[in-house]
Each structure stands twice: as C-alpha cells, then as structure tokens.
C-alpha cells in the first residue's frame, strides 16, 4: 500500500503543478484585463478630450452657455466639496469604529450598530439625495449649499470609513492593548496613543475609498446645492457651487449644441479622473511615509 502511494505521488505533484500553472495564467489574464479595460477607458476619454484640453479650460471659468470658457469654478467647486465631506465623515466615522470595536465588543448594541451600517451602505444615492434635501436644506433650513451637500455626502460614505476604520482597528495586535494596561494606561489612553496610531493607515485607506466614492456622486448634490452654472466662486460654505461630476451630467444631457458639449463633457471627465488620482496619490504617499516611520 505504502508502495503504491509513493509510485503515485510524481503523477499527482506533475498535475498539481499543471494545475497551479492554469490557475495562475487564469488570474494574470483577469488582471491584466481589468486593467487593460481600465486603461482603454482612460485612453477613450483623453481622445475625446484632447480638442479642448487647455490651460485655458483648467484657469477660466465657464461661459457662453457652458459652451466656451473652461472649469475652473466646477474643480474649485469638487475640491472644496470633497475636503468638508471627508472633515465632517472621518471623525464621525472613526468614533463610531472606536466605539463599537473598543468599548462596545460582539454584544447586541454593536450587532444593531453594524446591521445599521450594512443596511446603510446599501441604501441608493438618489435616496440620501432625497434624505438631505428634506433634512439639510429644508428642515435645518441651511439651503441649498456647498454645507448642505457635503453633510449629504458625509452621510453617504460613513458607512465605508466605519468598516474600514473597524477593520483597522481588529488587525492592531491585541497584545499591544494588554501591554498598554498593564503599564497602568487607561482604556482611552491606549485607545489614543496605542490603538489609534496603529490603525490610521487603514483609516487612511478608508478615507482613499470614500473620496473614490463622492466623487462621482450626482444625485445627492442634484438635490442639495450644485447649481447649473455660476459665474464666480463661492466664497460661504452656504452657497451654492458648481461640480464636476453635475457638469458632465449638464453638458451630456441639458446643452443646447451637443456636439460642441459632449467634447467638453469627456474634457471635464478626464479633470474629475486626474483629481481623484491626484487625492489618492497624495493618501497613498502619506499612509506609505507612516508605515516606514513605524518600521523604524
């Protein structure tokens, strides 16, 4: 018996080696589709683009029906929008991870809090457009505005900072929490000082994902405070602005010569891309340079 099993062993690694080369072509092939897929989109939209990228396009603001000028006050607008939102979401999102990881455990106030925020992620944007114009611009009356959008949006993407917050929080070593408290540390200065520092690069990530998110958000700002056109930059967090995204909406559907819109709603896609590159590099960059202060 003993001899038949080792005779049978070169037959079976030989196919387990076919086998594990198959696999690994499968999945080179499904990657590097994806991101030839990717880089095809990419590639589409700067040739569609390339007739009105300018300088020009990027530093004056729009006119002539939309149809001439460029996007100045729609990046500023996108830029200002995307920085309150992740200042309103992360320090929600954060303390709501720390609470339900750190103080709260697997109990069923923590099983109601996560069953909330699964259920919240799943809920349409069109609907948190809805939410915030009925809640934000009415009820609280701040009208229709850059505040009003951003706390919409804020809304959107908590759930994604909370699960990434949470997640970083469970890969912090629990032997770090117990050196911390048998140093005499209370429980919210490990949380501070120990806990906290050890997961910001997954919070980082959670940020990263969440900016990815709003981005390209249409609906909720629709509702909440993007305006058509404006010839100036808003200068209160209470008025209203202009948007990439909403822009490349206007351009596609609502401009009176749609030959001459579509090539500066592909041009307004390919800025909308490079920002959000632009914000992700940045948090990548700076969660990297945190991992090697910590590796030293």
């Given at each position: 018996m003993e001899e038949r099993k080792i005779r049978e062993l070169p037959g079976l690694t030989a196919r387990r080696k076919v086998a594990d080369a198959v696999a690994r072509q499968i999945f080179r092939v499904i990657s590097y589709s994806v991101v030839a897929i990717?880089?095809?989109?990419?590639?589409?939209?700067l040739v569609r683009a390339l007739p009105v990228l300018s300088f020009t396009f990027l530093t004056q603001p729009?006119?002539?029906?939309?149809?001439?000028?460029g996007v100045s006050t729609c990046i500023y607008g996108t830029v200002a929008l995307l920085m309150l939102t992740a200042a309103l979401a992360v320090p929600l999102g954060v303390a709501a991870a720390v609470y339900v990881n750190e103080f709260v455990g697997r109990g069923a106030r923590a099983r109601v809090v996560r069953a909330a925020v699964n259920n919240l992620a799943g809920v349409p944007s069109i609907v948190f457009g809805l939410f915030g114009l009925a809640f934000f611009v009415v009820f609280l009356r701040i009208g229709a505005s850059i505040l009003a959008a951003s706390l919409t949006l804020a809304v959107v993407v908590l759930p994604i900072v909370i699960v990434a917050t949470e997640e970083a929080l469970k890969a912090v070593p629990r032997d770090?929490?117990?050196?911390?408290?048998?140093?005499?540390?209370t429980r919210w200065q490990t949380i501070s000082r120990v806990t906290l520092p050890q997961a910001v690069p997954g919070i980082i990530t959670g940020t990263i994902l969440s900016i990815g998110r709003?981005?390209?958000e249409t609906a909720p700002i629709l509702f909440t405070g993007a305006a058509f056109y404006l010839p100036h930059l808003p200068d209160h967090p209470r008025q209203q602005f202009m948007e990439l995204s909403y822009h490349i909406f206007a351009m596609a559907t609502q401009a009176s010569d749609i030959a001459k819109s579509m090539p500066i709603a592909f041009a307004t896609a390919f800025v909308l891309l490079v920002l959000v590159f632009a914000f992700n590099l940045i948090a990548v960059l700076y969660r990297a340079r945190l991992r090697r202060r910590r590796a030293w």
């Amino acid at each position: 018996m003993e001899e038949r099993k080792i005779r049978e062993l070169p037959g079976l690694t030989a196919r387990r080696k076919v086998a594990d080369a198959v696999a690994r072509q499968i999945f080179r092939v499904i990657s590097y589709s994806v991101v030839a897929i990717f880089g095809g989109i990419v590639a589409y939209i700067l040739v569609r683009a390339l007739p009105v990228l300018s300088f020009t396009f990027l530093t004056q603001p729009p006119r002539g029906g939309m149809l001439a000028g460029g996007v100045s006050t729609c990046i500023y607008g996108t830029v200002a929008l995307l920085m309150l939102t992740a200042a309103l979401a992360v320090p929600l999102g954060v303390a709501a991870a720390v609470y339900v990881n750190e103080f709260v455990g697997r109990g069923a106030r923590a099983r109601v809090v996560r069953a909330a925020v699964n259920n919240l992620a799943g809920v349409p944007s069109i609907v948190f457009g809805l939410f915030g114009l009925a809640f934000f611009v009415v009820f609280l009356r701040i009208g229709a505005s850059i505040l009003a959008a951003s706390l919409t949006l804020a809304v959107v993407v908590l759930p994604i900072v909370i699960v990434a917050t949470e997640e970083a929080l469970k890969a912090v070593p629990r032997d770090y929490r117990l050196g911390s408290a048998a140093l005499g540390a209370t429980r919210w200065q490990t949380i501070s000082r120990v806990t906290l520092p050890q997961a910001v690069p997954g919070i980082i990530t959670g940020t990263i994902l969440s900016i990815g998110r709003v981005a390209g958000e249409t609906a909720p700002i629709l509702f909440t405070g993007a305006a058509f056109y404006l010839p100036h930059l808003p200068d209160h967090p209470r008025q209203q602005f202009m948007e990439l995204s909403y822009h490349i909406f206007a351009m596609a559907t609502q401009a009176s010569d749609i030959a001459k819109s579509m090539p500066i709603a592909f041009a307004t896609a390919f800025v909308l891309l490079v920002l959000v590159f632009a914000f992700n590099l940045i948090a990548v960059l700076y969660r990297a340079r945190l991992r090697r202060r910590r590796a030293w």
